[in-house]
């Protein structure tokens, strides 16, 4: 069965302090996996695609990661801006299957 | 810069009754999808469509219908309102469902049921 899985829950961090969250998958035949950011009571606003195992896509303090079982969001020296839920969601035929997301807090 | 624009953002509805959640897009995207996001869950498809006039169920289709008229418009039909249906819903679209295709999401309706 596909399935997405995204860890940790939640994850709390002070402004400036690195970290990473993961998206695990198990797919037959990805055609891409996606980054999204949620903002509490807004749609999810896309960030990245990811298409094949080694692939790095970056956007400001972000970097997305694609292996053959996992994606890495990379947080660098985080602000408090970047607090939102990080939704992973990958692609299998023509659906999209959703992790359940990462709710990220960045304390200043 | 609209995008996808969903109406209303908030309802209550009583059991039993019955309610349209409308949305447009200016995109001129072919796709169109409703998907429903509950508490620690991922976003489920409940219905999409690939064009006017051609619709499909997603995951979780039961209690709902849709239509697709126009290349824009996208509503979304509950019937019999049910505790089970209180989701925030968000409606997307897509040019195609090709690889890596982007989906853009409009900003949600919250409904309840009581």
């Known amino acids: 069965e596909d399935q997405v899985t995204q860890s940790p829950e939640a994850l709390r961090l002070q402004e400036g302090e690195s970290s990473s969250l993961n998206c695990s998958y198990t797919?037959?035949?990805?055609?891409?996996l996606f980054w999204y950011r949620q903002d509490p009571g807004k749609g999810p606003e896309f960030l990245f695609t990811?298409?094949?195992?080694?692939e790095e896509k970056e956007k400001e303090r972000l970097k997305a990661t694609l292996t053959k079982k996992e994606s890495f969001l990379h947080i660098t020296a985080p602000k408090p801006e970047d607090s939102a839920t990080y939704l992973c969601?990958?692609?299998?035929?023509?659906?999209?299957?959703w992790g359940a997301g990462t709710k990220l807090i960045i304390k200043p | 810069n609209a995008g996808v624009t969903q109406t209303p953002k908030f309802r209550i509805l009583k059991i039993g009754q019955s309610m349209t959640l409308q949305c447009a897009q200016d995109?001129?995207?072919?796709?169109m999808y409703w998907y429903r996001q509950d508490p620690g869950m991922g976003l489920k498809l409940i219905y999409y469509?690939?064009?006017?006039?051609?619709?499909d169920k997603g995951e979780v289709p039961n209690g709902y219908n849709v239509s697709r008229s126009t290349t824009e418009d996208f509503p979304l039909r509950l019937e019999l309102a049910a505790p089970s249906q209180t989701s925030v819903y968000f409606c997307?679209?897509?040019?195609?469902?090709?690889?890596?295709?982007?989906?853009?999401f409009g900003e949600g309706s919250w409904l309840t049921v009581v």
């Open positions: 990811l298409y094949s195992a080694g």
């Open positions: 995109m001129n995207h072919n796709y």
């Open positions: 997307a679209s897509s040019y195609s469902t090709g690889n890596g295709n982007t989906i853009y």
């Open positions: 797919v037959s035949g990805l055609r891409g």
């Open positions: 469509s690939v064009g006017a006039g051609i619709t």
């Open positions: 969601a990958v692609q299998a035929d023509y659906q999209l299957i």
